[in-house]
Nanobody, 122 residues
Framework: QVQLVESGGGLVQAGDSLRLSCAAS????????MAWFRQAPGKGREFVAF???????RYDDSVKGRFTISRDNAKNTVYLQMNSLKPEDTAVYYC????????????????WGQGTQVTVSS
C-alpha cells in the first residue's frame, strides 16, 4: 500500500518561512513526478508546484520566486521550501505522486497524502 506522509506545517507570521516534507513509500520513487497542491477554506484544490523524475520543475505564478520544490531520491522524500509567506498561502498542503509526466492538473496524480495545515497570520 502506497503512503505519502506530509509534515512540517504550522502557524507562522507573514514573511516567515516553512519547509514541508513528504515521505513516500513508493518502491520506485525516482521514477515518479511529485507535486504539491493546496486547498484553502471554501476553495478548490489548486496546483502549487511539481518536480519530474528528471528534476524539471514548474510553479504556479502565485508562488514563483518564493517557493522551491526539491526531492531527495535516496530518502524517498519531496520538499517544499516556502519563503516570504503571505496570509493568502494559508491552506492545507497536499503531496501527490504520478507515474506519468508532471502536471498542474490534480487528476493526473495517482497517490495523495492526507495533508498538512499551513496557517499564515498577518
Amino acid at each position: 500500500q502506497v503512503q505519502l506522509v506530509e509534515s512540517g506545517g504550522g502557524l507562522v507570521q507573514a514573511g516567515d518561512s516553512l519547509r514541508l516534507s513528504c515521505a513516500a513509500s513508493l518502491r520506485t520513487f525516482n521514477t515518479y513526478a511529485m507535486a504539491w497542491f493546496r486547498q484553502a477554506p471554501g476553495k478548490g484544490r489548486e496546483f502549487v508546484a511539481f518536480i519530474t523524475w528528471s528534476f524539471g520543475k514548474r510553479y504556479d505564478d502565485s508562488v514563483k520566486g518564493r517557493f522551491t520544490i526539491s526531492r531527495d531520491n535516496a530518502k524517498n522524500t519531496v520538499y517544499l521550501q516556502m519563503n516570504s509567506l503571505k496570509p493568502e498561502d494559508t491552506a492545507v498542503y497536499y503531496c501527490a505522486a504520478t507515474s506519468a509526466s508532471g502536471s498542474p492538473s490534480s487528476g493526473q496524480y495517482e497517490y495523495w497524502g492526507q495533508g498538512t495545515q499551513v496557517t499564515v497570520s498577518s
